[in-house]
């Protein structure tokens, strides 16, 4: 973009405050295009009589009256349909996507699920300054959003603050035009265009230098002739008049009004017209939150928060409805129809149509209250229902053929000649009917601009139109040519659309074709019965449609947005078979069964509209490469998505890399576990990370990438800035990989999860990630285990966590351990002030580890987990422990299981537990303490106030024990989880556990499977539930009762305790 430099120039001649408005605008002119013929000279410009100057921010009055004829243009506060918030923020965007600028704004909106662009968030107080110190302003800024995202309604929005003097002072004037005002003219020049404006001229006489003005372009998408910037000749005279669209061209360009800045508003297709290379800054309206469309219906009906609750609960339960409801036009349409429904409830003779189920549903629900509105008008004077009748018909034949002729030719906006060349009755303007569907609004050359609310609600006419004339024309209704008899017939006239919109490439008329098929739908048809539509009609066609539009569905390489259409088209029929058939074939992991084009169309459409795949497409087990090729399209805007277990090999990979490279994808997990994925595989996938910026996790359990493939993810991690998990777990990288990913960690610094479980690491691999530990400060989680890193790389870690003060998460599971090496992790927890959780799992820590361990747990303040299950502990490292633990405060959860531990460790846990008031949860599973470690556990429980789970699965515990932690649970009121599985506390130790119970009110989960309680003691267990409310599960499984006696335990605890869940 050029740099433009405005001074105040010595010379010139004295322009005066007053004159006719030919000499006002040449003034504009003169200030607005005076370009300097040497270059590099700045632009002079008149002086100006010092009660004339008017700088950023001067009170002229004849600033004063342009802004107060904008304001009386703009209306007063404009209405936003939803909170002012959304409209003060956008999303800063690097050019326009292909879906942008390759589909139908409904298809944008499906596609993503709703869902942002990534993008920079600006505010509109700083949407027209530079980004940074070094930066200028934009000169050409372009603000895209679907139909009815609200791009008018921020123009009026930011116009008014600016007339306020409450936003935009940087501009000294802004003038703002809408291409419906634009359309009036055949030709216009620059010196002309600023004429339009009233009181534009005068202020622009008290503009002095350095000023800077903003012309407002907004509608772009609504312009009567197409942008050309390849053919259209340049013009530098600002008397000179050319046609609109060559005058808008030469603005942008910069030939005209070179130090004007220029902001224009457009749906994205039409943005497209536009170069990227003229446009300085693009940013996109976001479309509403979940909390924006409650927000909205709240504003809608402020004294009603029943029915607004009512209304999001419908919104909500349909997946299809509530993508739309983030477009907030569609919103307030919606919010229209079901508060008129909700209110006045259906007809006793059509409760089987509520609630409204697809779109054209809707919309016939919408037309059915127009009509009703109507007919209020007109009741009073005679009978209203055949007039109404007569009217809609009359509608849809006259205004439906003008939407129709307007969405093949991409006109949305028509004025009073475009009615009168399609018949369309002014009077008919003025009713209530039509009055639902236009809206109309005076231009600034006197003449009246109509549009459709909604480009929704012209396709829906438009539709209404073609049904209707489809049953009598003999000729093609898309051209009105090619006579032909006897009569086409509506499927011929159908199978026309059908073709048209699938080779439509900017999908202009997917939504036309859904309106159509769903004009067969029964449920429709009944809606609109004796107003546009015949009774029955549709019986005779809609098996025909149905294949027809399945016939469309051929093979391709890719499922294309046209496909996916199709099955809207489906929908909207309610022929629903296919999808159906498709959904319960991804439920039960029978992906490998679809092959068709039309399974992979029905897949995509899934992908967009189940409530299963929002969080996640999981696409595993069987997914065939040429189902996954040809769903690459509509992949790109999942996301999560699950491909395990899918047998990929490396050419898929290439596939994937290509789709994660490609800049509209928005693909933030992806899991490829259990595949057969080498190290070529991983180097696509590599290739696309060094480009792609939405991925976050990716998980690669389980496949074969080797060193060579770590190596080419490590390289990639240098670079990539957005990937914060990676699972490798599985994937035999050994000691070279694992050099590679510490060489990446040294370098990246936004990596949080690494998984290195099973890949034969060594210590030099272990010391490479230790030093690499040493410079990283982002890493929270790093899993080793499984490996053989030993003592040395456990010393290795040691120094490193010294060091490092960001890792929460360390696992060293099953990586012969010994106490030398627990002595020196344990030193660095003495020192380590960050670690959360450590994991030692399987190595060999004896009573000599365990008594370094309990030296560290002294003094550390910080770790929360510690894993020392099936280590060599016996019941002298477990006391050591166990002192410690009392004087501990900061440990959670503590596990001990198959330690060798028997009672004397448990009578010093015992101990601890009286003393510690941190510890939630010890696991003491596989330890024989019996009885009496039982007991001291029990006379803990009494005191302790802490501990909220207690797993003693195999401890050798009988009734005693049982007895005794009865006695416990009638006094406890923390413990919520009690695991007593594979114990043998038989009839008795049941009987006391059942007394507890009955007095009992913090348990939630009991299992006491395998515990020969025999029938008595399960009928003693199943009775007491009646006094218990508080426990939500119990395994009562084999206790030998029998198939009859449990489903007579069953029944008896359903009635005592209705919310627990039983496992017998």
Same mark, same amino acid.
């Given at each position: 973009m050029r740099k433009q430099e405005v001074r105040m120039g010595g010379e010139g001649s004295q322009a005066h405050g007053t004159g006719s408005p030919a000499e006002q605008v040449k003034a504009l002119v003169d200030l607005l295009a005076w370009k300097s013929s040497q270059g590099?000279?700045?632009?002079?410009?008149?002086?100006?009589?010092?009660?004339?100057?008017?700088?950023?921010?001067?009170?002229?009055?004849?600033?004063?009256?342009?802004?107060?004829?904008?304001?009386?243009?703009?209306?007063?506060?404009?209405?936003?349909? @939803?909170?002012?918030?959304?409209?003060?923020?956008?999303? $800063?965007?690097?050019?326009?996507?292909?879906?942008?600028?390759?589909?139908?704004?409904?298809?944008?909106?499906?596609?993503?699920?709703? @869902?942002?662009?990534?993008?920079?968030?600006?505010?509109?107080?700083?949407?027209?300054?530079?980004?940074?110190?070094?930066?200028?302003?934009?000169?050409?800024?372009?603000?895209?959003?679907?139909?009815?995202?609200?791009?008018?309604?921020l123009v009026k929005h930011f116009v008014h603050l600016w007339a306020q003097r409450q936003l935009g002072q940087d501009f000294s004037l802004v003038v703002p035009f809408t291409f419906r005002d634009l359309n009036a003219y055949e030709k216009l020049s620059a010196e002309r265009l600023f004429s339009v404006i009233p009181n534009a001229g005068e202020a622009s006489l008290a503009v002095t230098a350095p000023a800077r003005v903003l012309l407002v372009l907004d509608g772009l998408d609504e312009c009567k002739m197409p942008l050309d910037f390849s053919n259209t000749v340049a013009c530098t005279d600002p008397k000179r008049e050319i046609q609109v669209n060559q005058l808008v061209t030469n603005i942008v360009r910069g030939n005209l009004f070179p130090e004007v800045s220029v902001w224009i508003t457009s749906r994205p297709g039409a943005a497209g017209q536009i170069p990227g290379g003229l446009v300085d800054r693009m940013t996109e309206i976001r479309g509403f939150t979940e909390e924006e469309i409650q927000g909205c219906l709240e504003q809608m009906f402020p004294e009603d928060q029943t029915l607004v609750g009512q209304i999001l609960s419908r919104v909500q339960a349909d997946r299809a409805l509530y993508l739309m409801c983030t477009v907030p036009a569609f919103c307030r349409l919606t919010g229209t129809v079901l508060s008129h429904l909700l209110r006045s409830r259906p007809a006793p003779q059509d409760p089987e149509l509520w609630p409204p189920q697809t779109l054209c549903e809707l919309y016939s629900w919408y037309f059915r209250m127009a009509l009703s509105r109507e007919g209020q008008e007109k009741g009073k004077v005679s009978p209203w229902i055949e007039q109404v009748t007569h009217g809609s018909r009359k509608m849809v034949g006259t205004l439906g053929r003008m939407a129709f002729h307007g969405l093949v030719k991409k006109k949305f906006v028509f004025y009073e000649q475009d009615m009168k060349a399609f018949g369309v009755d002014l009077a008919l303007l003025q009713g209530a009917l039509c009055r639902f569907f236009l809206q109309q609004e005076d231009t600034l050359v006197s003449s009246v601009a109509y549009c459709f609310i909604h480009l929704s609600l012209q396709e829906f006419v438009a539709a209404a139109y073609y049904y209707s004339a489809s049953k009598r024309a003999i000729f093609? $209704?898309?051209?009105?040519?090619?006579?032909?008899?006897?009569?086409?017939?509506?499927?011929?006239?159908?199978?026309?659309?059908?073709?048209?919109?699938?080779?439509?490439?900017?999908?202009?008329?997917?939504?036309?074709?859904?309106?159509?098929?769903?004009?067969?739908?029964?449920?429709?048809?009944?809606?609109?019965?004796?107003?546009?539509?015949?009774?029955?009609?549709?019986?005779?066609?809609?098996? %025909?449609?149905?294949?027809? $539009?399945?016939?469309?569905?051929?093979?391709?390489?890719?499922?294309?947005?046209?496909?996916?259409?199709?099955?809207?088209?489906?929908?909207?029929?309610?022929?629903?078979?296919?999808?159906?058939?498709?959904?319960?074939?991804?439920?039960?992991?029978?992906?490998?069964?679809?092959?068709?084009?039309?399974?992979?169309?029905?897949?995509?459409?899934?992908?967009?509209?189940?409530?299963?795949?929002?969080?996640?497409?999981?696409?595993?087990?069987?997914?065939?490469?040429?189902?996954?090729?040809?769903?690459?399209? %509509?992949? #790109?805007?999942?996301?999560?998505?699950?491909?395990?277990?899918?047998?990929?090999?490396?050419?898929?990979?290439e596939l994937l890399g290509s789709m994660l490279s490609g800049k509209d994808c928005r693909i933030q997990k992806i899991s490829l576990a259990e595949n057969q994925i080498s190290n070529k595989g991983a180097k696509a996938l590599a290739r696309s990370l060094l480009v792609n910026r939405s991925l976050t996790a990716v998980d690669l359990r389980s496949n074969t990438i080797g060193p060579q493939g770590a190596k080419a993810l490590a390289d990639a991690l240098k670079i990539n800035r957005t990937l914060t998990s990676l699972s490798l777990q599985g994937n035999t990288i050994k000691d070279d990989g694992?050099?590679?990913?510490?060489?990446?960690?040294?370098? &990246?610094?936004?990596?949080?999860?690494?998984?290195?479980?099973?890949?034969?690491?060594?210590?030099?691999?272990?010391?490479?990630?230790?030093?690499?530990?040493?410079?990283?400060?982002?890493?929270?989680?790093?899993?080793?285990?499984?490996?053989?890193?030993?003592?040395?790389?456990?010393?290795?870690?040691?120094?490193?966590?010294?060091?490092?003060?960001?890792?929460?998460?360390?696992?060293?599971?099953?990586?012969?351990?010994?106490?030398?090496?627990?002595?020196?992790?344990?030193?660095?927890?003495?020192?380590?002030?960050? #670690?959360?959780?450590? &994991? $030692?799992?399987?190595?060999?820590?004896?009573?000599?580890?365990?008594?370094?361990?309990?030296?560290?747990?002294?003094?550390?303040?910080?770790?929360?987990?510690?894993?020392?299950?099936?280590?060599?502990?016996?019941?002298?490292?477990?006391?050591?422990?166990?002192?410690?633990?009392?004087?501990?405060?900061?440990?959670?959860?503590?596990?001990?299981?198959?330690?060798?531990?028997?009672?004397?460790?448990?009578?010093?846990?015992?101990?601890?537990?009286?003393?510690?008031?941190?510890?939630?949860?010890?696991?003491?599973?596989?330890?024989?303490? @019996?009885?009496?470690?039982?007991?001291?556990?029990?006379?803990?429980?009494?005191? &302790?106030?802490?501990?909220?789970?207690?797993?003693?699965?195999?401890?050798?515990?009988?009734?005693? @024990?049982?007895?005794?932690?009865?006695?416990?649970?009638?006094?406890?009121?923390?413990?919520?989880?009690?695991?007593?599985?594979?114990?043998?506390?038989?009839?008795?130790?049941a009987k006391a556990l059942a007394n507890a119970l009955k007095v009992n009110s913090s348990l939630r989960r009991l299992s006491l499977q395998e515990n020969s309680l025999g029938m008595d003691g399960v009928i003693c267990i199943a009775m007491a539930l009646s006094g218990n409310h508080g426990l939500q599960h119990i395994n009562l499984q084999g206790n030998h009762i029998g198939e009859s006696g449990a489903r007579m335990i069953l029944e008896a605890i359903k009635t005592n305790a209705p919310i627990c869940t039983v496992e017998m």
């Open positions: 590099g000279q700045t632009l002079e410009v008149p002086d100006r009589t010092p009660d004339s100057q008017l700088g950023p921010h001067s009170n002229d009055s004849r600033t004063c009256r342009h802004r107060e004829a904008l304001l009386g243009r703009v209306g007063g506060t404009p209405e936003l349909g @939803g909170p002012v918030h959304r409209l003060a923020s956008f999303l $800063l965007v690097e050019g326009l996507s292909d879906l942008q600028l390759q589909e139908h704004d409904f298809t944008q909106v499906e596609a993503t699920r709703g @869902g942002q662009r990534r993008g920079r968030p600006i505010t509109l107080d700083r949407l027209f300054l530079p980004l940074s110190r070094g930066s200028i302003p934009p000169r050409v800024s372009i603000t895209v959003g679907v139909a009815g995202m609200g791009k008018t309604t093609d $209704l898309f051209t009105e040519s090619g006579m032909s008899w006897p009569r086409l017939g509506f499927l011929t006239h159908f199978r026309s659309a059908a073709q048209r919109a699938m080779q439509a490439e900017d999908g202009r008329l997917d939504v036309f074709l859904r309106f159509l098929s769903g004009l067969l739908s029964p449920r429709v048809n009944a809606l609109l019965a004796g107003s546009l539509l015949t009774q029955g009609e549709h019986q005779g066609y809609r098996a %025909q449609v149905a294949e027809l $539009l399945q016939g469309c569905l051929r093979p391709n390489v890719a499922v294309c947005a046209r496909s996916v259409n199709i099955l809207y088209c489906l929908q909207e029929l309610r022929h629903t078979e296919l999808a159906h058939n498709v959904a319960e074939a991804m439920g039960s992991g029978a992906l490998a069964s679809l092959t068709g084009p039309s399974h992979c169309a029905a897949l995509a459409y899934l992908l967009q509209v189940s409530d299963t795949c929002v969080q996640e497409a999981d696409l595993s087990l069987g997914l065939g490469q040429g189902v996954l090729q040809s769903l690459l399209p %509509q992949l #790109l805007y999942c996301q999560s998505l699950r491909l395990d277990t899918n047998q990929f090999q490396d050419p898929v990979m694992a050099w590679s990913m510490a060489e990446a960690l040294a370098a &990246n610094q936004m990596l949080c999860v690494l998984h290195l479980q099973k890949n034969n690491i060594g210590p030099l691999g272990a010391q490479k990630m230790a030093e690499a530990l040493k410079q990283n400060k982002s890493l929270k989680e790093l899993m080793l285990s499984s490996n053989s890193i030993g003592d040395g790389g456990a010393k290795a870690m040691a120094e490193a966590l010294k060091v490092n003060q960001g890792l929460l998460s360390l696992d060293l599971q099953s990586n012969s351990i010994s106490d030398t090496g627990v002595a020196a992790l344990m030193g660095a927890l003495c020192a380590n002030h960050t #670690l959360l959780s450590l &994991n $030692l799992q399987e190595n060999s820590i004896s009573p000599e580890g365990a008594h370094a361990m309990a030296h560290a747990l002294s003094s550390n303040s910080t770790l929360k987990h510690l894993d020392l299950t099936a280590n060599l502990l016996h019941d002298q490292g477990a006391q050591a422990i166990a002192v410690a633990m009392g004087e501990n405060r900061a440990l959670k959860s503590l596990h001990l299981q198959w330690n060798f531990i028997q009672v004397g460790a448990a009578r010093a846990l015992g101990q601890a537990l009286q003393l510690n008031r941190s510890l939630a949860s010890l696991d003491l599973q596989e330890n024989a303490i @019996g009885d009496e470690g039982a007991s001291a556990l029990a006379t803990a429980l009494k005191a &302790n106030t802490a501990l909220t789970a207690l797993y003693l699965q195999a401890a050798s515990i009988g009734a005693p @024990g049982a007895l005794a932690l009865g006695e416990a649970l009638a006094v406890n009121r923390t413990l919520e989880i009690l695991d007593l599985r594979g114990n043998a506390i038989g009839v008795t130790g």
